[in-house]
């Protein structure tokens, strides 16, 4: 009895993420499987597939009454891919005593065909005595 609970327990296990692969993918939202060629067919010659763009900051005023000063742009324009990804994140840290620390981190990107994905973090410290930081993201994925 209990191999038979254990084998039809094992045959749910395994047939679960089978089922959960089987609802991925592009969700079809009104015009079936021809919306996805149809979006397909938009991508320009000489376009990637995908497309990634990341732009990563990290600064930091340590000393006593120090300052730090950061900007950062990235502009990844062009054709649009059939999937976008863009990561924005930024580390500032202000931990002298009296220091500032000032972080600007732009960033831009197209927009995928079929999709897109957009992540911006940050973290923003000032932990001295006196001290001040101040931070801005910007992550914008264009048309």
């Known amino acids: 009895m209990r191999n038979a609970i254990a084998a039809a327990l094992l045959g749910v296990l395994a047939a679960l993420p089978a089922a959960a692969q ?21 991508l320009q010659p000489g376009c990637p597939l995908s497309q990634t763009n990341i732009a990563v900051g990290v600064n930091r005023a340590f000393g006593k009454g120090s300052f730090a ?11 649009r891919p059939l999937s976008s990804t863009q990561v924005t994140a930024g580390v ?22 079929l999709s897109t994905t957009n992540v911006a973090r940050g973290v923003n410290i000032a932990a001295g005595r006196g001290s001040s930081a101040t931070q801005g993201l910007l992550s914008v994925t264009g048309r």
């Open 92 to 113: 500032n840290l202000a931990l002298g005593a009296g220091s500032v620390a000032d972080q600007s981190i732009a960033a831009q990107s197209p927009r995928g065909l």
């Open 69 to 79: 000063g950061q900007q950062t742009v990235s502009k990844n324009a062009g054709c």
């Open 22 to 42: 089987d609802r991925g993918g592009v969700a079809l939202h009104g015009g079936g499987p021809q919306a996805v060629l149809d979006r397909i067919q938009q």
